[in-house]
């Protein structure tokens, strides 16, 4: 997996409003489930939205830090 | 836990033989590791104090595992020295994608759009999000050091593998490949050969596969075969991937050169290293 330098807090949050911007006003309906089986039924997904979540990611791995330094 | 796994004899590397019983760690690494028990120390903590499970993960640095419904003897374990490593069998891609599609069907619009966003990134925007977060994590960053939205985001996505796993009902082997920063391939190899037991933390969100063959790792690359009860299914057609969630502790068991079938008839030689999850039943009876 390929090292990218580190985004700071503040940039990671820009990201993440604008790539969201659209869903942030109804995010009331994005917290976290309060009970696991009280949550809110999505209904079941599309074929296409199945297929978004099962989609094949070629980028495997992580990096570890270890020094013997 | 009943289960534990054979330590295998390597057979690539010096064997088990420790020099001073302990892996030669710097004052650096000996820093991480004590401040990633610090973590875990602090989110045993909240689990006691918190009203509520939902209440203890708004504040957890780590997801809990949410294997509830594992059933041990149904579960897989790593491959033991002189056998090859096989494919995953249509069977296992089946119903793992049976299970994880059980999950999917529940997940909320927040946690579909959290997990495809990371499983799948379509854009530069959502793959920078994906790599900055890794990023993060992984050289020791708390999700409580996040701002708001990108903490939201982070725990919808937790909440997503969270809701796979309760549809888990077995252990899987899944392989990864670690790329170690600060020394050198072999010396990592020889450095967990001198400590039994030795713990690997990956504190990022981890891509794996249930086929050693779909893993292309970088030339100093350490392959690594894992077994656990922990992640997600993102398989599919021609696709056997596996989602490990962020903060996965796993234990060194053994390493060695096995066949791997390559898919064409044939095999072919590689060097593994054998890790498990270490679970979280096993770390609350560890400390006490």
């Known amino acids: ?18 790539e969201f911007a659209d869903a942030s006003a109804s995010d009331e309906d994005f917290d976290f489930p309060a009970d696991p089986d009280e949550e809110d039924e999505a209904g079941e997904l599309s074929d296409e939205e199945t ?6 990611d070629d980028d495997y791995g992580q990096s570890v830090t270890f020094s013997t330094e | 836990m009943s289960y534990r796994p054979p330590v295998l004899q390597a057979t690539s590397v010096p064997s088990n033989t420790a020099v001073d019983g302990s892996i030669p760690t710097s ?24 009203g509520t499970m939902q209440q203890a993960d708004a504040q957890r640095a780590m997801p809990r595992a949410r294997t509830d419904n594992l059933n041990d003897a149904a579960g897989r374990h790593l491959t033991p020295t002189n056998e090859t490593v096989e494919r995953p069998s249509v069977y296992s891609h ?12 529940r997940f ?18 959502q793959r920078q999000i994906r790599n900055g977060l890794n ?10 050091d996040l701002l708001p939205a990108t903490q939201r985001l982070v725990r919808r996505l937790d909440g997503a593998i969270q809701k796979a796993e309760r549809e888990n009902d077995r252990s899987h082997v ?20 001198n400590t039994p037991n030795y713990h690997q933390n990956l504190l990022g969100y981890t891509r794996a596969n249930h086929d050693v063959n779909k893993i292309a790792g970088d030339q100093d690359a350490i392959y690594v075969q894992i077994e656990t009860s922990r992640g997600m299914y993102v398989g599919n057609e021609g696709s056997t991937g596996h989602l490990l969630p962020r903060g996965l502790e796993l234990e060194y068991v053994g390493s060695g050169d096995f066949n791997v079938d390559d898919g064409q008839g044939g095999t072919v030689r590689r060097t593994i290293v054998q890790m498990r999850e270490v679970r979280q039943d096993e770390r609350t009876a560890a400390r006490s």
């Not at chain 1, 990218?4 to 949050?13: D, I």
């Not at chain 2, 004052?27 to 104090?49: E, H, L, P, S």
């Not at chain 2, 089946?94 to 069907?105: D, K, L, M, S």
């Not at chain 2, 990023?135 to 409580?144: A, I, K, M, P, Y």
């Open chain 1, 1 to 18: 997996m390929s090292q990218e330098p580190r985004l700071t807090p503040e940039e990671l949050e820009n990201l993440v409003n604008d």
């Open chain 1, 51 to 56: 297929e978004d979540l099962t989609a094949a």
């Open chain 2, 27 to 50: 004052a650096a690494t000996a820093t991480r590791d004590a401040a990633i028990q610090a973590t875990r120390t602090a989110d045993a903590t909240v689990d006691a104090n918190a």
């Open chain 2, 94 to 105: 089946r119903t793992n994608r049976a299970n994880v599609n059980r999950a999917a069907a």
């Open chain 2, 108 to 125: 909320n619009p927040a946690q579909r759009t959290a997990a495809a966003t990371f499983i799948n990134p379509q854009t530069d925007q």
């Open chain 2, 135 to 144: 990023s993060h994590f992984e050289s020791g960053g708390s999700v409580n």
């Open chain 2, 174 to 193: 899944v392989y990864t490949t670690l790329n170690v920063q600060g020394t050198s391939r072999d010396d990592y190899l020889q450095a967990l050969n």
